[in-house]
T-cell receptor, first 114, second 116 residues
Framework: AQSVTQPDIHITVSEGASLELRCNYS??????LFWYVQSPGQGLQLLLK??????LVQGIKGFEAEFKRSQSSFNLRKPSVHWSDAAEYFC????????????FGAGTTVTVRA | GAVVSQHPSWVICKSGTSVKIECRSL??????MFWYRQFPKQSLMLMAT?????????EQGVEKDKFLINHASLTLSTLTVTSAHPEDSSFYIC????????????FGPGTRLTVL
């Protein structure tokens, strides 16, 4: 079974500073990898995804993520954070071409200070 | 494109009553829909997977008689919480995927259920 670890429960970052959220997964092969963002009281919005190919993935809202097979990681980054980026971020994995069931990490809460 | 709606967005009910939550894919046909439950400040837990025209597959520990799922068409799945109790209060989120994608799921906005 796959599992996802997001080591950081809560991160506080200043507006304009860079942000990196960590995600490690456990799976026998390379799974499909996703990052989602959830604003208070809202559903999940997909930021980016990795299926195969280029290991640096560009997403929406200026986010990018890098897949590192050797480290079983899929860390999310943003060079300059905006106050509107304050939200809950979830990393998720799914077994490729099987049942597409997503397993979510525990989430990282991002607080942006002025 | 790829919009999923849920109705209602929030509901308050009395203990012992049943509540139905609808999940619709608005601009695509969803071969598979998923139902998740999210407790405050926690992650999403998959409850069940439903395929159009067949019985839902429930995750371990989820009571199928408590959480009835129907996927009657390619654009609609419903979750009925039967004989709801306060411990069923939660945020319920559905997602849908079409058969042509790489398994990407599109999420609804969620339904906040409060059982008094």
């Amino acid at each position: 079974a796959q599992s996802v670890t997001q080591p950081d429960i809560h991160i506080t970052v200043s507006e304009g500073a860079s942000l990196e959220l960590r995600c490690n997964y456990s799976y026998g092969a390379t799974p499909y990898l996703f990052w989602y963002v959830q604003s208070p009281g809202q559903g999940l919005q997909l930021l980016l995804k990795y299926f195969s190919g280029d290991t640096l993935v560009q997403g929406i809202k200026g986010f990018e993520a890098e897949f590192k097979r050797s480290q079983s990681s899929f860390n999310l980054r943003k060079p300059s954070v905006h106050w509107s980026d304050a939200a809950e971020y979830f990393c998720a994995v799914a077994p490729p071409r099987v049942d597409y069931k997503l397993s979510f990490g525990a989430g990282t809460t991002v607080t942006v200070r002025a | 494109g790829a919009v999923v709606s849920q109705h209602p967005s929030w509901v308050i009910c009395k203990s012992g009553t049943s509540v139905k939550i609808e999940c619709r894919s608005l601009d695509f046909q969803a071969t598979t829909m998923f139902w998740y439950r999210q407790f405050p400040k926690q992650s999403l837990m998959l409850m069940a997977t439903s395929n159009e025209g067949s019985k839902a597959t429930y995750e371990q520990g989820v009571e199928k008689d408590k959480f009835l799922i129907n996927h009657a068409s390619l654009t609609l799945s419903t979750l009925t919480v039967t004989s709801a109790h306060p411990e069923d209060s939660s945020f319920y989120i559905c997602s849908a995927r079409d058969g042509g994608s790489y398994g990407e799921q599109f999420f609804g906005p969620g339904t906040r259920l409060t059982v008094l």
